[in-house]
């Protein structure tokens, strides 16, 4: 008989006690796994052993799901056929489980028909643990809170024991890591990589039961801790990792391992590591390691991790010329954000200074409060324009044909723009309302049926609760749901209003027609509906009302409340999606035609509208209440690469940035990048293999992306310095 321990150890683990609970089967698996599963040092002699993927409920971002386990395990009875009547075991206790998960999909009917407005609603999202809780306290630290917890929350033993059992894991992890290390030293022939193991067993003798003792060993300490989670969001690490780093007594190895970290970064695509801030005093908390990251960003010019930078006030004028330098290289990072206007947003809500001012970001740019929240995980996304099209089709879809949302009247009897404005106010909030509905069924599933005790005790809220990472344990449990396609919807709404109900000059029934024939034999009604006023250009009318209609949004979202105890916020943050939102929209009244992937990919204007420089289009952006997004309100502009690399760039660009956020800007993402070296790559992609260009949310290489969105980036108006 085959040991299924060392074949299936996490199927092993969870399967061995069916009596036990969920979060103690879960702790249990990855226990197993743990003592188990191959390790290794990888090629920058980093501890690489993650169990993100342990099955029986451990479901971390990028983990696999418990049906690969399952279909891994069925192709074991061939392999083992003497182990047959086990594994066919694990097969009963995985089917079994799969049908509890099979209800995500299908949390609300509605939410499936109005699909093409709303999109996400069960994402597994990102996140922000506290990594600096392992590094700074170590597994010894956590167990005290565990116990702590136990203590004080009488009946909780279940949850309390699966925490532990993630602390054993990381443990026995660290052990293995140890006698690894020793003997890679005692083989190894390079005179530097023996120095590194050598290192590294000397800092697997402390770490991770007590707190790292310098910056060599705080990094095997974090990325022991950072892969065991899945390779997520480091979140804060020039703080929670700047004590370590301030003990270090050489310079040459924490230069050496901070390179290797960023080489491990890349490997793994690492979401977004988040630099500098303030404090609730408005105390600068920018460090030594915060130049450090940023000189090692310009140099290695990767497109990952996804590097965000918080300014505020007293953001020193050294910090702003390093991010110019580090922008310059035409990385597309760091992205920046307001500590001035996130601050009051997360106040707004309920969220005090001494922890609103913890924030960062994930992911792409959904923002979270370091360690004590479960927000930031991005709950869906509603396409504005297709509530607009509901409006003008009276809940039809016209793509489709089908009766997708509610009805909310005859456009061709509207008297006036008010009442065109109220139906799209109406269906914007029963889309919004039914999106925010999905998630919440969403989130619910995941409660109950994929704990996660691991994160639960890198959480503040959780052990001291004793409530689960994902029902509800953290401090904050606020939402956030994400806005597309806003200036094309304000853009319509304008050119409407002018069009059709100030000047007269067609009626709605030559407007639906001719975009019924997607403006096929309507010239001059497309040439003067695609030719009106765009947001982007400062002009008072069109602003307004987009703004208008963003203020709704949020208003209507604060009405929601989240499963895990908060309320939903918005933002935008469109990712790469863009161009798949444009082509699942029809004509609209704003020159698009029907299934042309270009709309606005951000909160500025629909690339290539904004005609008249990059500060209208700023003044514009303002026009929005940035104070009442919760979530990345992402504005991104364009930059020609060798105007920007002056010293005349240096200073517009500095300029530009503060004016913004002074004003209340939110977020700013840069694009350094020359316009003729985009197009050649368009046509020649093979001579641009490491151009660079920011998307949405994050960087990655221009020859990557596809078609649609490599149009919106190219249309995307350069500011001229």
Not at 110 to 139: C, K, L, Y
Not at 395 to 414: Q, Y
Not at 468 to 477: A, Q, T, V
Not at 498 to 510: A, I, N, R
């Amino acid at each position: 008989m085959a040991d299924m321990r060392k074949i299936s150890p996490f199927a092993y683990g969870f399967c061995k006690d069916v009596d036990l609970s969920l979060p103690e089967r879960i702790g249990l698996a990855v226990l197993e796994g743990a003592k188990n599963i191959d390790i290794s040092f990888g090629r920058t002699i980093l501890p690489f052993g993650s169990v993100s993927s342990c099955v029986g409920g451990v479901f971390f971002n990028f983990a696999t799901s418990l049906s690969d386990e399952y279909e891994q395990i069925e192709e074991l009875l061939d392999e083992y056929p003497e182990n047959a009547d086990e594994i066919n075991f694990y097969l009963s206790e995985f089917s079994q489980y799969n049908c509890l998960l099979r209800e995500h999909r299908n949390t609300t009917e509605m939410a499936m028909t109005i699909s093409d407005a709303i999109h996400g609603q069960e994402w597994e999202g990102h996140a922000n643990p506290d990594f600096g809780r392992v590094v700074n306290i170590g597994t010894e630290g956590i167990r005290d809170l565990i116990e702590k917890g136990r203590r004080e929350n009488p009946g909780k033993d279940a949850f309390y024991n699966g925490c532990a059992y993630m602390m054993d894991a990381l443990d026995v992890l660290g052990d293995r890591f140890r006698e690894l290390a020793v003997e890679m030293a005692a083989t190894c022939t390079d005179v530097d990589d023996k120095r590194r193991y050598e290192l590294a067993a000397k800092a697997f003798e402390v770490i991770p039961r007590k707190p790292a003792y310098d910056f060599t060993s705080a990094v095997h300490s974090f990325w022991l801790t950072f892969c065991f989670e899945g390779f997520d969001s480091p979140g804060r690490f020039d703080q929670y990792m700047y004590r370590a780093y301030s003990a270090s007594e050489n310079r040459d190895d924490v230069l050496d391992i901070l390179e290797r970290l960023w080489e491990t970064f890349h490997d793994t695509r690492t979401w977004n590591l988040c630099l500098s801030g303030s404090d609730e005093n408005w105390n600068d908390e920018t460090n030594d390691l915060t130049y450090d990251i940023l000189a090692i960003a310009s140099k290695k010019k990767y497109q990952t991790p996804n590097i965000t930078l918080r300014v505020h006030r007293n953001t020193p004028e050294k910090l702003w010329n390093v991010i110019h330098e580090t922008l310059a290289t035409g990385i597309g990072m760091p992205a920046l954000y307001n500590d001035e206007t996130v601050c009051p947003a997360f106040e707004k809500i309920g969220i005090p200074p001494c922890d609103s001012h913890d924030y960062c970001m994930n992911g792409c740019n959904q923002i979270d409060i370091m360690g004590k929240s479960h927000m930031g995980l991005e709950d869906g996304e509603v396409i504005l324009p297709k509530c607009l099209e509901y409006a003008l089709y009276d809940g039809v879809n016209p793509m489709n044909g089908n009766a997708d949302s509610i009805s909310t009247g005859n456009v061709k009897e509207f008297k006036t723009y008010a009442q065109l404005e109220r139906a799209v106010y109406r269906q914007l909030e029963f889309v919004t309302n039914t999106a925010c509905q999905s998630a919440n069924g969403f989130q619910q599933k995941r409660a109950n049926y994929r704990p996660n005790p691991y994160r639960s005790c890198l959480i503040e809220g959780c052990l001291e609760r004793g409530i689960d990472y994902r029902n509800g344990g953290p401090l904050y449990g606020h939402g956030q749901m994400l806005a597309e396609g806003i200036a094309d919807t304000g853009d319509s709404l304008w050119a409407i209003k002018k069009l059709v109900f100030d000047e007269k000059k067609y009626s709605m029934e030559q407007l639906i027609a001719a975009l019924d024939a997607n403006f096929e034999g309507y010239y001059e009604l497309y040439h003067d509906f695609s030719s009106c006023e765009k947001f982007g250009n400062d002009i008072e009318e069109v602003d307004s009302i987009t703004s208008r209609l963003l203020n709704r949004f949020f208003a209507v979202l604060k009405n929601n409340r989240t499963y895990r105890g908060g309320i939903y916020t918005g933002g935008c943050s469109p990712f790469n999606r863009a161009a798949h939102h444009g082509r699942n929209i029809g004509a609209l009244p704003n020159g698009k035609h029907r299934g042309e992937s270009l709309i606005a990919d951000a909160i500025g204007a629909t690339p290539g509208r904004d005609i008249m420089g990059p500060t209208a289009l700023l003044k514009s952006a303002l026009k929005y209440d940035h104070i009442e997004s919760g979530s990345g309100f992402v504005l991104m502009v364009k930059f020609d690469k060798k105007v920007f690399a002056s010293e005349k760039g240096k200073e517009s660009f500095k300029a530009i940035a503060k004016t913004y956020f002074a004003g209340g800007g939110q977020q700013l993402t840069v694009t350094v990048v020359s316009p003729e070296e985009l197009l050649d790559a368009l046509e020649h992609p093979e001579n641009h293999r490491d151009l660079i260009v920011r998307v949405g949310g994050y960087s990655d290489y221009f020859v990557n992306i596809e078609r649609g969105l490599q149009e919106n980036v190219i249309a995307r108006t350069i500011v001229d310095m």
